[in-house]
């Protein structure tokens, strides 16, 4: 009952950013896999990185501060880009590598692609509907499924599986 007396669009407004829901997902990574979500917000300081200076850049990183995986979150309209999507793409997929007789692991690379209006310059702080934020927060589970895989072959890492299972990490 409860439920059904929320107003998401009040919700949206005043608490659903881009940068809130980013933030909801650090929080939500370190309480359930003690891992950092770092989000990388001055460009300038991973220019080697960037894609598109639209896209935000995040880095996994474990309690000893190692780079774990790289997190694209591509969420605006640009041109070029396929309209219709909001799913999560793997990039490369993590296994181990073996290397003169060394384990070595190859760090994944995910991206959570969507398209959300530009509304304002400041991307960060762009309202987002509440079912947009579900969405988002759907997608990462797709993402850490994909980047927290452990295991010899990139081509069990993540939800490459059937479509059914794929939905039940998520």
Excluded: C, W
């Excluded at 770092?38 to 190692?66: C, T, W």
């Excluded at 041109?79 to 384990?103: A, E, H, M, P, W």
């Excluded at 993402?143 to 072959?153: A, Q």
């Amino acid at each position: 009952q409860m439920l059904q007396q929320i107003d998401e669009k009040q919700i949206s407004k005043r608490y659903l950013t881009v940068h809130n829901v980013i933030n909801g997902l650090t929080l939500l990574t370190k309480r359930l896999f003690n891992k950092d979500l770092i989000p990388i917000l001055d460009e300038s300081l991973v220019k080697e990185d960037m894609i598109h200076e639209s896209i935000l850049l995040s880095y996994l990183k474990d309690e000893n501060g190692e780079t774990k995986a790289k997190i694209f979150f591509d969420l605006f309209v640009r041109d070029g880009k396929y309209r219709d999507v909001f799913s999560q793409f793997t990039i490369r997929g993590s296994k181990t590598l073996n290397l003169q007789n060394q384990n070595f692991f190859q760090m994944p690379i995910s991206i959570i692609a969507a398209n959300f209006e530009v509304l304002d310059k400041d991307l960060l702080n762009m309202p987002l509907s509440f079912n947009d934020a579900k969405s988002i927060f759907h997608e990462f589970g797709h993402t850490l499924h994909s980047v927290l895989s452990k295991t010899d072959f990139q081509a069990l890492s993540g939800n490459r599986i059937p479509l059914d299972f794929a939905e039940f990490p998520s």
